[in-house]
């Protein structure tokens, strides 16, 4: 299937050139028909040769009702454009000529109708040169007469040469159908109406509706239909109505977005590129996008770069076309392009501008952009911008953008945590002589790195060890200071007597407590048995050389004796033994030396 909306002022002619089209009524209400006048937005269909299923939405072409049109061009991929050949170019054409040029659109096709009541030709000369500075270019032409049926076989064949040339959309991937119509069908309930302009909508999908109030609600498609016909699922571009389960329509209607859930980041604030200088206009507007007419403040940043804070948020993501609107000055349409739909806060002086001039640089990898932007960017939070992390090729080659586990960061934010990381394991260091490795948790927060994975490799990089939860630096180690005098006198006396582990009031007494007696232990000094046992890191050899030659099994008892000590160093010194591998235990009273071990 492929949609096209109308365009041209009041009374060229729009809905009947579609009733004559599609022989079905595009004006819905009652009050249209009787004043001859179209309202709101219409929606007919007919098939096509050689492209099938072709809808239109008709809009409405009086200035008043110029929020209408908006809501029926915004999700729009091609317009046919009409002109009478009896009044030529009028207000309401400029107006919605610059509604196209503001939207980016570059499909359309000029209808001059009425042809049986002037001359076509200076009609269509004028629209075509006004039509070629627009977004549209050079279009193709066809003079008709809906009443005559003068060159409506010619103009079917030009809309389908118009739909032929349409790019493919996208079928897969996350989902949002902007609302136009919400209404009760008996036996379907809640039924809304949309243009699937990308992905792909299905019966007993689950889908998400951000209310007005930014709350978060999860709906269900009881069914699914397109051009009147019932379908399981329907790919886009089409014109689709859902049946919803559990809403009723005063709680969803035009300017809502269904939205796959968890998919998508509403915001209240964008950076956006105008199409004039942002200075020029007034500080209050209304942003038009999708189906969504909302009340904007505009901040200007620099250039055409400019700030919309948002009276509600919407679903939005970079590459979104918009319109900007007076609504109390007719004819003031800005198009306005999504730059950034979650931007920094902007607080010291200078920042504007700053911004402005990076959001002016953009280049034609937009995820490498959006991480240029911020430094570092997880997988997770630019999927919720509309980027693919996981696509082949998501950076191009030679990007500053490089990955690490699921952040992508650029290599100037990677120095920083560098430099971030190496000036806080040094502060660290030097605060805590007798402990100077810190742990992964005091590392992260002291460097401003995310995640252990980040940190790991960083740590790497800069040629450290993360081992046993801290950083370890090669070129750090503990410093003993005042406590080494304490721990020599240790390492004297069990030099003479490896076994003879001091008492707890004598480590006390040379002022060595749990963490001087790591550092010690860290600096291969002394070895921590547990329960404050300390002995040489050689004594654990000399004792296997002792137990070897006891008869094997061996008790505690007969170990105890035979290294000359006590219970209390004993059985921690057997237990680092076991630990070891160099002894087994057999049984509650039993050892043996393993065999090549001694």
């Not at 909306?5 to 209400?29: F, I, N, Q, Y």
């Not at 770069?305 to 609107?325: K, W, Y």
Request: aromatic fraction near 4%.
């Amino acid at each position: 299937m492929h949609v096209v909306a109308t365009a041209g002022h009041v009374d060229h002619g729009k809905s009947t050139l579609v009733r004559a089209l599609t022989g079905m009524e595009p004006d819905r209400w009652a009050e249209e028909r009787r004043r001859g006048l179209t309202i709101d937005l219409g929606y007919v269909w007919a098939t096509l040769p050689g492209v099938g299923d072709v809808a239109f939405v008709d809009v409405p072409g009086h200035r008043r009702f110029i929020g209408n049109m908006l809501a029926g061009l915004g999700p729009v991929p091609a317009v046919l454009f009409v002109v009478a050949a009896d009044e030529g170019w009028r207000a309401q054409s400029e107006e919605h000529l610059a509604a196209v040029d503001s939207l980016g659109i570059t499909h359309g096709l000029l209808a001059v109708t009425r042809s049986d009541l002037a001359d076509p030709v200076p009609a269509l000369a004028q629209a075509r040169e006004r039509i070629a500075k627009s977004s549209l270019g050079q279009v193709p032409a066809v003079a008709v007469s809906a009443m005559t049926g003068q060159g409506i076989e010619q103009l079917r064949a030009g809309l389908a040469r118009l739909c032929e040339a349409l790019p493919a959309p996208r079928h897969e991937g996350r989902l949002r159908l902007w609302v136009d119509r919400s209404f009760t069908v008996r036996g379907s309930g809640t039924v809304v109406t949309g243009t699937l302009a990308a992905g792909r909508v299905s019966v007993d999908d689950r889908l998400e509706l951000r209310d007005h109030d930014g709350r978060r609600r999860e709906l269900s498609v009881r069914g699914v239909q397109s051009l009147g016909r019932t379908h399981d699922s329907v790919d886009a571009v089409a014109r689709v109505a859902l049946s919803l389960r559990g809403i009723g329509t005063d709680e969803i209607g035009r300017g809502d977005a269904l939205l796959t859930p968890d998919a998508w980041r509403t915001t209240g604030q964008v950076d956006v590129r105008l199409a004039v200088p942002a200075a020029d206009l007034p500080h209050q507007l209304t942003l038009h996008l999708g189906t969504a007419g909302v009340r904007v403040r505009v901040r200007p940043l620099d250039g055409d770069i400019a700030r919309l804070t948002l009276e509600r948020a919407l679903p939005l993501e970079s590459g979104d076309r918009a319109i900007l609107r007076d609504p109390g000055r007719e004819g003031v349409l800005v198009g306005a392009t999504v730059l950034d739909a979650a931007p920094p806060v902007l607080s010291r002086r200078g920042a504007a501008a700053a911004r402005a001039t990076q959001l002016g640089q953009a280049s034609p990898d937009r995820l490498a952009d959006e991480v240029r932007r911020r430094g570092q960017v997880r997988r997770d939070e630019l999927r919720l911008l509309g980027l693919d992390p996981d696509a082949a090729g998501a950076t191009q080659a030679g990007s500053d953008v490089t990955q690490v586990g699921d952040w992508f960061v650029t290599y100037e934010a990677w120095r920083d945590w560098a430099d971030a990381l190496e000036a806080g394991t040094a502060a660290y260091a030097k605060s805590h002589p007798l402990d100077p490795h810190p742990s992964e948790a005091h590392a992260l927060e002291a460097a401003g790195i995310p995640d252990r994975v980040v940190l790991g490799a960083v740590s790497h990089a800069l040629g450290y060890d993360v081992r046993d939860g801290r950083v370890r630096r090669p070129d750090v180690a503990p410093d003993l200071g005042a406590a080494r005098p304490g721990v020599d006198r240790v390492i004297a006396r069990l030099a003479d007597n490896p076994f003879d582990a001091p008492e707890q009031h004598e480590l006390q007494d040379a002022a060595l407590g749990a963490r001087e007696l790591a550092a010690a232990e860290a600096l291969g000094l002394l070895l921590r048995l547990g329960d404050g046992i300390v002995v040489l890191p050689t004594s654990p050899v000399r004792a296997m050389r002792i137990l070897a030659g006891l008869p094997q099994p061996f008790t505690t008892s007969d170990a105890r004796q035979a290294l000359g000590t006590t219970r209390r160093v004993a059985i921690p010194l057997l237990e680092h033994l076991d630990r070891r591998g160099w002894t087994r235990r057999l049984d509650g009273a039993h050892r043996e030396v393993v065999r090549g071990r001694a």
